[in-house]
């Protein structure tokens, strides 16, 4: 019976340590683009995260567009120095498109792309506030698009309302 509660106990302790200290988040991010993100945690570490960006351009007089909309899977660890602050590795899945007179720009190049990205960073969730922020990298793979091949400019900073 004593090795029964001591598991229980250690069970416990170990779930208490690498929980998230919220369920869902909704937010800004920037970066490459600007736009929102919503983050749902699926268990203590595992989280589903899915965001849209937006970034105008002006080039050579003529403004056109930028836009993706991503979903990610994401797996956190605590960095046990600071309650709240955890890393994070992931990846998933980007569809982007180009708009307005991008096509005068590149007319032999598809407007719309899709690709791989993965996902490295580090989130902290207040303690006293509903608030989460992040950094990341997201580097990743595009296919269709003008802007193909490998790409590393992708991350930014987000801020999330949690609840």
Known sequence: ??????LFVFLGCSTAMFAQSYNQGIGVRAGWGFGVTYKHFLNEQG???AFGLFR???????SYHYSSLSVLYL????????DGLYWYVGGGLTVTAFGGKYADLYPNESTIGFG?????????????????VSADIMPGFIIGSFYKGFRSDV???AARYTF
């Open 1 to 6: 019976m004593k090795k029964l509660i001591l």
């Open 47 to 49: 989280a589903i995260e």
């Open 56 to 62: 105008p351009y002006r080039s050579l007089g003529l």
């Open 75 to 82: 797996h956190h660890f605590p960095i046990k120095v600071v």
């Open 116 to 132: 791989i990205i993965a996902a490295g960073g580090a989130e902290y969730k207040f303690e006293n506030l509903p608030l989460a």
């Open 155 to 157: 991350g930014g900073i």
